[in-house]
């Protein structure tokens, strides 16, 4: 299990070092003043991105566990992270909270981040599954 973990965190620190360039890349092609905030305590922002990635990655182990439904797992799952995105946030850049309508777009805006990544992840997952499935019904079919 603990190998699990590791495993999936440093997966999720690579996300987290996605996530911190395409929210860079995103904020200078809008030529917002939000880039101005990153670069001007870029440490603090990083690390904030590594941890998100952690929580990411690591909380997916909990898809490893047949305890649950597949439901919980992924409601677990968002929960985690998007508690894990409001305190990083707060820690990082307290000024969303003096603003919601900025808090409530920076929510959205990683939420749906997150589910297109847990999509595109799924997805791909799934696509594994069907060829994984088809190599084993042509060995089967052969053994006939």
């Given at each position: 299990?603990?190998?699990l973990i590791i495993k999936y965190s440093i997966r999720g620190i690579g996300w987290g070092c996605f996530l911190l360039v395409l929210n860079t890349v995103i904020f200078?092609?809008?030529?917002?003043?939000a880039l101005k905030v990153i670069f001007d305590n870029f440490t603090v922002h990083a690390i904030g991105f590594l941890i998100l990635g952690i929580a990411v990655g690591g909380g997916s182990i909990i898809?490893?566990?047949?305890?649950?439904?597949?439901?919980?797992?992924?409601?677990?799952?968002?929960?985690v992270v998007t508690i894990m995105i409001l305190i990083?946030?707060?820690i990082s850049n307290p000024a969303p909270?003096?603003?919601?309508?900025?808090l409530i777009a920076t929510?959205?805006?990683?939420a749906l981040l997150l589910c297109a990544i847990w999509g595109g992840v799924y997805l791909h997952g799934r696509h594994e599954v069907q060829k994984i499935n088809k190599k084993l019904k042509e060995k089967n079919l052969s053994l006939e």
């Open positions: 299990m603990f190998k200078d092609l809008s030529n917002s003043e898809y490893e566990t047949e305890r649950f439904h597949f439901g919980i797992k992924l409601v677990i799952h968002i929960a990083v946030g707060f909270l003096e603003n919601p309508t900025v929510i959205l805006v990683n």
